[in-house]
């Protein structure tokens, strides 16, 4: 009998400490895995929102660039780091969702292998086209396209604007041909020269140029309408009906993370995304900030669940299969 006691205790006091230990988190530095090199949307996002998540867990969050294999690589060493809360994932739609459809092997199931924990901000992505094609409106694209297929560019096969593409023209019956760029930026000059006359791109990339009439942005995939270009509606206005599209950021962790610490986490993102600096900046950038129930764990699960049934069904629709 005493020994039973004594083993209860003993087990009692473990428990007790490892509660203890989980509610001190975080005793050290946060390291944010961004899959991608320096300089593009996850990075910038992963700084904005980590000088943010720092002040409010009071300890560093630092960025470590992995990239590789489209984002796959950061993932899968993410996905496989020891589930504490000092590894996370700055996730965008490529090693989310798309690198499922287009890489033979990824090595990791994003919702089986990484616990969303929120999402970030959202860049839509628009139609752009040349001002030599006359087509103002979706209506008159498609009308357009249909007396003539048009070349729409996007920034590579497989990416987040590929499947948005391939979508819009499943919806709406666009005849498109589609032209891979090495990215959203490379694209540009082409469209601007004339020898491309249509993109499908994030929306902050041509956003300079449609205000200096160089090209012009038919519509955009977002909820509303953006402060930066008002005049641009979304494609939902436009008659594509419940159409959303955009380049997402996201945090998420290995999957064994305890729900406390991924609670923990939470909290300090919801801060760091209300902060008055982030919002400046994302909103300079172009980004939008998402509602209060995708930056949490549930509603960015199923964010993510709708996303990787648009882009299967438009894998399938397109013929988009691995390489």
């Known amino acids: 009998m005493a020994l039973s006691r004594r083993t209860l205790l003993a087990a009692s006091t473990g428990l ?19 899959p991608f090199a320096a300089g593009g949307n996850a990075d910038t996002v992963a700084r904005l929102v980590g000088q943010g ?11 470590e660039n992995r990239p590789g294999a489209g984002g796959s690589i950061g993932a899968d060493m993410v996905a496989k780091s020891t589930p504490d ?24 199931e994003t919702l089986k292998d990484l616990a969303p924990i929120g999402l970030t901000g959202i860049v839509p992505h628009a139609l752009v086209v040349h001002p030599s094609l006359p087509a103002r409106t979706i209506a008159e694209f498609v009308a357009l396209s249909k007396q003539q297929p048009i070349d ?3 920034s590579g096969y497989g ?34 020269g004339g020898n491309s006359r249509a993109a499908m791109t994030e929306f902050s990339i041509p956003l300079a140029l449609h205000l200096e009439g160089k090209v012009r942005i038919v519509a955009i995939g977002a909820e ?17 009906a419940g159409f959303l599209a955009g380049s997402y950021v996201g945090v998420l962790a290995p999957a064994a993370t305890p729900a406390d610490v991924i609670a923990r986490l939470q909290k300090a993102l919801v801060v760091a ?27 960015f699960t199923e964010f993510i669940k709708t996303d990787l049934a648009l882009c299967r069904e438009a894998a399938k629709v397109a013929g988009i299969k691995p390489n």
Not at 53 to 63: D, K, S
């Open 152 to 154: 729409v560019g996007t």
């Open 16 to 34: 007790l400490l490892s509660s203890a230990a989980r509610a001190a988190f975080p005793e050290r530095f946060v390291r944010f895995v961004v």
């Open 85 to 108: 809360g000092y590894t996370l994932l700055i996730g965008p739609n490529g090693p989310l969702v798309n690198n499922q459809f287009i890489q033979a092997k990824v090595g990791y």
């Open 159 to 192: 990416s987040a604007t590929h499947f948005t593409l391939e979508r819009f023209a499943a919806q709406t019956g666009a005849s498109v041909v589609h032209v891979p760029y090495r990215s959203g930026g490379a694209l540009m000059p082409d469209l601007i």
């Open 224 to 240: 509303k309408r953006s402060a930066l270009a008002p005049e641009v509606p979304t494609m939902i206005e436009s008659g594509v």
């Open 53 to 63: 998540m720092t002040e409010a867990l009071g300890q560093p969050v630092v960025v």
């Open 273 to 299: 995304l209300a902060s008055r600096v982030v919002l400046d900046q994302f909103a300079k950038l172009g980004i939008d900030v998402v509602s209060p129930d995708l930056m949490t764990p549930a509603g």
